[in-house]
């Protein structure tokens, strides 16, 4: 007899600037309908040029391959700025995603316990 | 007798409530008239109104004879507009001490004074048409009072009629379930309302609602949120997205300082799975071994502000269990010292272990217990109670499916909605829950049902609501099995050959982002075939219930 919230909420995203390097903080879901908030978080995030870009995803509770295509995206818009990108708070679940899809060969994929 | 004559011609009094905010008389005769034996010509003028906190309302209360416009020194705006009117006499009219009205006059014909003898027949008269005109204020209060009583109680009639036209007639005849409702309408009719819908699928959508005000203006927000509810449940399925389509309809038609709190829930009747959203309605209860527990969900009443999403939330009523739906009424009723029934003595009560009428019935006991004998309802009640019994079908480890034989789970319609690839994978979800599969297992299922389900709206039904997706879930021993058929308008699915995607490509712009959903599902499940239907084509999704993982 339990009740758990469902994960229906939209994109939301977050960027906080640290020394040498830009953090998107995702909380949601990551399919087609993130597509501006993922955008819009990138080019904040471009605040700091050249910096780390690190994508956390602790809070994102659904990706699907409209959402890995976004992903995708921002992996290309970081080469072309020349800046590197890594993953946080994947579940054991995405972190198989990113590793069939190969997006992890892309970025560096980090645990929660990893300092930022 | 000029005098007289002019009265009977123009006095009209008003009720005696309005002495001091209307005034009554105004008898003025021209000046310029020098024949006092001539015909006489009355002249009406507006009503002055006295404010009740003129000072002349003090000066005719107190006064015992005629009052002299002209010897009064007050601040009164009432006599500055008599005097602009040229009346030059008072006559207070009184009944038992009190001051009922008053006759104006103006200057006699004669442009004399008024005499001794007028003064005292004006007293006379005063002094004898005042009893008559208090009756006569009696009685026109008691007409306005008694049509304004009619008016309201007709009211009443069309509120509780619109009411019961849009409360069920029946309740649903469900195998393995107990449901009783009550609605007990308040004298003044609030906007309490239930609803059974019947679902595409099979399942059956309940909602429990109450509209802000009472009586016609409640019934009408009643009875448009109760259509509304009826047209999308249906078609959106998702609570939270109903409630969502409701908000923005109802947002668009409310009259202002009125909303609509509302808990909608849909069950599986198979598998006592109840998702629901609430828009600021009062909790469901759900009973379970005697234990009562609230299901929780928040979101903004209906009808307030554009734009607000509902979340979802889940539980199971298993076999034995009971869900209590219920309004404000209960919760908030009191008793003669003002002490409100409340939460936990609803809970309280829920927790015995009745089901259906009877249940219906001891909650009432218990709320008329609390408020006493002499208590007058002052809300709407509403209460729906679901209870499934105790024999009912439980999938799990202590009842293992036929060896060898596949067993159905699930078979729902989906509309094709982009985003309702999640409600295909929520439902195959709750489908397949009572196998326990492994979390990981479980995780790969739903990303495939996922993505084919997405592959099935988009292109199989050409994103057209009207031509669904069918989902079929079943289990044999050893695996279960989804099956999501379309109208195969996107052409035969490609499978076996297609390519593992060039994400090098994607990155350097050459091929698209996308195109990840075959080569996941590919990757994600045991056992990947398609099938040619009558309507179309479908794809059969495989995942070994024990080991084999991909």
């Known amino acids: ?116 | 007798m000029t005098i007289i004559q002019s009265l009977r011609r123009t006095i009209g009094l008003g009720p005696r409530a309005d002495v001091g905010t209307e005034s009554v008389v105004d008898v003025s005769a021209p000046s310029e008239q020098p024949d006092r034996e001539a015909t006489i010509e009355v002249t009406e003028v507006s009503p002055i109104e006295i404010a009740a906190d003129d000072p002349l309302v003090a000066v005719l209360q107190s006064s015992t004879e005629l009052v002299e416009v002209e010897r009064l020194t007050l601040e009164s705006p009432a006599l500055a507009a008599m005097r602009e009117h040229g009346i030059r006499l008072i006559v207070p009219l009184t009944a038992q001490g009190e001051l009922i009205g008053a006759l104006y006059l103006g200057p006699r014909l004669s442009e004399q004074d008024y005499s001794t003898d007028d003064r005292r027949l004006l007293s006379s008269l005063a002094g004898l048409a005042s009893p008559s005109i208090r009756v006569a204020q009696l009685v026109q209060t008691q007409a306005s009072e008694e049509a304004e009583r009619q008016r309201m109680e007709q009211e009443l009639q069309v509120a509780t009629m619109i009411q019961q036209q849009f409360l069920p007639h029946s309740l649903p005849d469900l195998p393995e379930w107990q449901i009783a409702a009550y609605y007990g309408p308040a004298r003044a009719v609030g906007g309490d309302f239930y609803d059974f819908m019947e679902l595409p699928d099979g399942r059956i959508g309940v909602v429990v609602g109450d509209v802000t005000d009472k009586g016609v203006p409640a019934a009408l927000v009643m009875a448009r949120t109760h259509s509304i509810l009826r047209a999308e449940a249906p078609r959106l399925v998702e609570p939270g997205a109903v409630l969502k389509q409701a908000n923005e309809l109802l947002c668009q038609e409310m009259p202002s300082n009125m909303f609509v709190t509302c808990l909608y829930g849909v069950l599986d009747t198979t598998s006592g799975f109840f998702r629901f959203a609430n828009a600021g309605h009062n909790l469901p209860y759900v009973r379970s071994g005697g234990e009562v527990s609230e299901f929780r969900a928040t979101g903004m009443p209906l009808g307030l502000l554009s734009g607000m999403e509902y979340e979802e939330a889940e539980g199971t009523v298993g076999p034995g269990d009971s869900l209590l739906l219920y309004s404000d009424g209960f919760v908030e009723a009191h008793d003669p010292d003002g002490e409100m029934y409340g939460f936990p003595r609803l809970r309280s009560a829920f927790s015995a272990d009745v089901s259906g009428s009877e249940l219906v019935d001891r909650l009432l006991d218990d709320l008329h217990a609390f408020t006493g004998s002499g208590w007058e309802q002052e809300d709407d009640l509403t209460m729906v109670t679901l209870r499934r019994s105790v024999g009912a079908s439980r999938l799990g480890p202590d009842q293992p499916a036929t060896p060898d034989v596949a067993r159905e789970l699930l078979d729902v319609s989906i509309p094709s909605v982009i985003g309702n690839e999640r409600l295909a994978m929520d439902r195959v979800a709750e489908a397949v829950a009572p196998l326990g599969l492994e979390p990981e297992r479980l995780e790969r299922l739903k990303t495939a049902v996922s993505e084919a389900a997405m592959n099935a709206i988009e292109h199989g039904s050409g994103g057209q609501p009207e031509i669904p997706i069918h989902v079929r879930v079943t289990t044999t021993d050893t695996q279960v099995q989804v099956r999501i058929a379309d109208m195969g308008l996107g052409g035969e699915i490609p499978l076996g050959r297609s390519e593992v995607p060039d994400i090098e490509a994607k990155l350097m712009g050459e091929q698209s982002p996308r195109g990840w959903g075959l080569f996941l599902i590919e990757a994600m499940v045991d056992e990947l075939t398609t099938e040619k239907t009558e309507q179309g084509q479908a794809v059969v999704l495989g995942v070994n219930l024990d080991g084999g993982a991909s």
């Open chain 1, 1 to 116: 007899m339990t009740t758990r919230p469902s994960a229906e909420a939209a994109l939301l995203a977050r960027v906080e600037d640290g020394e040498g390097m830009s953090r998107i903080i995702l909380a949601g879901r990551l399919d087609r309908d993130g597509e501006r908030t993922l955008a819009d978080a990138y080019a904040a995030a471009e605040t700091v040029p050249g910096a780390a870009v690190e994508v956390d995803f602790s809070d994102v509770d659904y990706i699907n391959s409209t959402g890995i295509a976004l992903v995708v995206r921002l992996l290309a818009d970081a080469r072309r700025d020349g800046r590197p990108v890594q993953a946080r708070g994947l579940s054991e679940h995405y972190r198989e995603i990113f590793r069939i899809t190969r997006l992890s060969d892309l970025m560096t994929i980090v645990d929660d316990g990893d300092a930022a």
